[in-house]
């Protein structure tokens, strides 16, 4: 089964943080990273999709992801 996340964050290091952490438990960069203005905070926000291959598992929507 392969598994799809979209990680978001603050335009901030906090955001590298959590996509080196994927990276780190086997999920891969998918397409480009997207970077977008949040007028209800007047802040930056970033966004990456992550995918991940795992064999063994059916999908269930009650998986948390970030876990697998």
Not at 14 to 29: I, M
């Amino acid at each position: 089964m392969k598994l799809y996340r979209l990680l978001t964050g603050p335009d901030d290091s906090s955001f590298c943080h959590k996509v080196t952490l994927a990276l780190s438990k086997g999920w891969h960069l998918h397409g480009s990273p997207t970077y977008a203005f949040d007028a209800e905070t007047k802040t930056m926000r970033c966004g990456q999709a992550v995918v991940k291959e795992v064999h063994g598992k059916d999908y269930d929507p009650q998986m948390k992801l970030g876990e697998q």
